[in-house]
């Protein structure tokens, strides 16, 4: 069975994401670390989307952060609303080549360099319900279980769907 595995040199290039987005996810995991949040790009959700970087704090709340690497990027977004359904805060996260009025007042907004984040707007709460919370957390542990296992045993990934 031949499978499509991830370069350990660059786990962030899937194939899916530009170099500007990566560096702007980068920047943004590098913030939300220092935060204390824990972090998984692409993160699937019951609904069938991908998040781009979903992020899990030290009290249990989840985040989710939708980068933005262009202004076409954002104008031809509309699933954006959707996410609010699986995280008790959400932002966009994009440089500062992006203009920063384009992104709605009811989600955060984080500016990335790359190299670091900065939470520009903070992001309005809306607490998930327990079961929803349970569920999003058991999907983001899933995949960061999953991710280290295929980093640490590229051969053993057997089937490529659910993270």
């Not at 295929?150 to 490529?160: F, S």
Request: charged share 25%; glycine share 8%; proline share 4%.
């Amino acid at each position: 069975m031949t499978v499509n595995r991830i370069r350990l040199e660059d786990p962030l290039a899937d194939g899916r994401q530009s170099l500007t987005a990566q560096m702007v996810w980068r920047g943004t995991a590098r913030l939300l670390r220092q935060m204390g949040f824990a972090s998984v790009g692409e993160l699937t959700l019951a609904s069938g989307r991908r998040a781009d970087l979903a992020a899990l704090g030290p009290k249990g709340d989840l985040w989710i952060i939708e980068v933005k690497s262009s202004l076409a990027d954002f104008r031809s977004d509309h699933k954006w609303p959707d996410y609010r359904d699986f995280c008790d805060r959400f932002f966009f996260a994009s440089h500062a080549g992006v203009p920063q009025e384009v992104f709605p007042q009811e989600a955060g907004l984080i500016l990335s360099d790359g190299y670091f984040a900065e939470i520009l707007r903070e992001a309005p709460e809306h607490r998930l319900a327990g079961a929803r919370r349970k569920a999003v957390t058991l999907r983001f542990a899933q995949a960061a279980a999953h991710r280290l296992h295929d980093a640490l045993d590229p051969d053993g990934r057997a089937d490529l769907s659910g993270y």
